[in-house]
C-alpha cells in the first residue's frame, strides 16, 4: 500500500511563500502520476495541481495556476509544492495523492495533511 506523508505546512502572510513536501512510500512511485489537493474548512477538497510520472507535464487548476509550481524527485520518491503569492483564501489542509486522476470520492486513502494558513 502506497503511504503518504505531507509536510513544510505552516503560517504565513498573504504574499508570503512555502515549500510543501510530500513523502510517497512505494516501490514504484515513478511510475504514478502524482497530484495535490486542498480542503479549506466547509469546502469540498480540490485538485490543485498534478505531474506525470517523468515529470515532463503538469497541470494547474486555474485558482493557482501562475502562483503555484509542482515538481518531483524519483530518486528520492518524494512529491513537492512550490507556493508563492500566498492568499489568505490558500489557507487550507493541504494533501498529496497518487493517480491524481481519479475521483476524489474514490480515493480512499490519504494522508495526514499538512496545514498552511495565510494571514491577511
Known amino acids: 500500500q502506497v503511504q503518504l506523508a505531507e509536510s513544510g505546512g505552516g503560517l504565513v502572510q498573504a504574499g508570503g511563500s512555502l515549500r510543501l513536501a510530500c513523502a510517497v512510500s512505494t516501490r514504484t512511485f515513478s511510475s504514478y502520476d502524482m497530484g495535490w489537493f486542498r480542503q479549506a474548512p466547509g469546502k469540498e477538497r480540490e485538485l490543485l495541481a498534478t505531474?506525470?510520472?517523468?515529470?515532463?507535464?503538469?497541470y494547474y487548476a486555474e485558482s493557482v495556476k501562475g502562483r503555484f509550481t509542482i515538481s518531483r524527485d524519483n530518486a528520492k520518491n518524494m512529491v513537492y509544492l512550490q507556493m508563492n503569492s500566498l492568499k489568505a483564501d490558500d489557507t487550507a489542509v493541504y494533501y498529496c495523492?497518487?493517480?491524481?486522476?481519479?475521483?476524489?470520492?474514490?480515493?480512499?486513502?490519504w494522508g495526514q495533511g499538512t496545514q498552511v494558513t495565510v494571514s491577511s
Open positions: 505531474i506525470n510520472w517523468s515529470g515532463g507535464s503538469t
Open positions: 495523492q497518487r493517480d491524481p486522476s481519479r475521483p476524489i470520492t474514490s480515493i480512499r486513502r
